[in-house]
């Protein structure tokens, strides 16, 4: 367990529940929000967030 409250560990478990959480929020908006008659679904948006999340995770 100390291992993991030393860097690089701290700062890779703290983006990972991070990048968690934002998932689970962008998920619950996605529940409540309405899609307009052509417009792209928000399920797709979600994903996409996801997925900069996840790139700008590598990055760091």
């Known amino acids: 367990m ?8 701290l700062e890779l478990s703290t983006m990972s529940v991070v990048v968690i959480l934002s998932y689970i929020a962008l998920l ?3 529940i409540g929000a309405e899609i ?3 417009g792209m679904s928000l399920n ?4 996409l967030t996801f997925g900069f999340f996840l ?5 760091a």
């Open 2 to 9: 100390k291992r993991l409250l030393k860097p690089p560990w």
């Open 28 to 30: 619950l908006i996605t």
């Open 36 to 38: 307009p008659p052509g």
């Open 44 to 47: 797709s948006i979600s994903l």
């Open 55 to 59: 790139l700008s995770f590598a990055i």
